[in-house]
């Protein structure tokens, strides 16, 4: 049964060691064995969640130690939410699944269910939630259809004013360099390199790296760049300091104006949290 799969997962997550990069490759290779199990037209919020957590997972490959630590516990979050959506049968529950978050169906669910778990990072480290209320959260979500962020205000968890300060805060993880969402660039020219955003404390650079890993998705999942170049590029940033759009661009796999773009997405996916 892929519900005890699941769980089973979970629990080797979240006891696994996020410096092993070949363990973390044999959860991966683990969880595209459930994928196959669950069928995505009975189950489509389930496995926006597995394909979450996969994302998740892929961070933790290349940058378990940055972070990985706290991250595979969200993975271990995010499966039991998957176990949750498989074992509801009813057609309730199914239709509640399908009208999730996003409006559009669940093209974009895997990105959004990442984009999820890093606002609710983003909130913990603030101090505004616990790691229990992100749980609450999504079962709020399996049972209502409520965002993520409209899902902890409903709880009681936080007020509006610490949810957006957490959705400011996302936009910054997101941002590649200052302004280059907001303003189109010609395919050649790189943007200004003087005004980076600055993530403080030091400790938070796993929320922007998890964040570029959900850019690197984005631009895979709109044939703008291949798995391998992807790899390639989260290889070569780690220790570098770099963004991933930037090692993209000097590598010659796409041009700033497909990184552009693709952060505009990821904003407009962002926003579908609060």
């Known amino acids: 049964m892929p519900q005890n799969k699941i769980i089973q997962l979970a ?107 890093l606002l609710g990072q983003i909130l913990i480290r603030k101090g505004y939630i616990v790691e229990e209320q992100v749980k609450e959260a999504v079962e709020l979500q399996a049972s209502s259809g409520a965002r993520f962020g409209e899902a902890l205000m409903k709880l009681g968890a936080l007020d509006w004013p610490k949810l957006e300060e957490g959705l400011r805060y996302q936009d910054a993880c997101r941002n590649i360099v200052e302004g280059v969402a907001e303003t189109q660039r010609p395919q050649s020219t790189p943007p200004t390199m003087t005004k980076r955003i600055e993530l403080a404390p030091a400790s938070d650079s796993e929320l922007k790296l998890m964040s570029d890993v959900l850019l690197g998705e984005i631009l895979l999942r709109n044939s703008l760049v291949t798995q391998e170049q992807l790899e390639s590029a989260l290889v070569a940033q780690r220790g570098s300091g770099m963004r991933i759009g930037e090692v993209l661009v000097g590598m010659g796999a796409c041009p700033w104006n497909d990184i552009n773009y693709a952060v505009q997405l990821q904003g407009q996916l962002r926003r579908y949290a609060s």
């Open 11 to 117: 629990q080797r997550v979240a006891s696994s060691d996020a410096n092993n990069a070949v363990e973390q490759r044999s959860l991966l290779e683990a969880l595209a064995e459930i994928r196959t199990l669950v069928d995505r037209e009975a189950h489509p919020r389930a496995c926006d969640y597995l394909n979450g957590a996969g994302l998740l997972l892929t961070f933790t490959q290349h940058f378990g130690h940055v972070g990985g630590v706290q991250i595979l516990g969200v993975v271990a979050t995010v499966l039991e939410a998957a176990h949750m959506h498989v074992s509801k049968e009813s057609t309730e529950s199914r239709s509640a699944s399908t009208n999730a978050i996003l409006t559009g169906g669940t093209q974009w669910g895997a990105v959004q269910v990442a984009n999820d778990m």
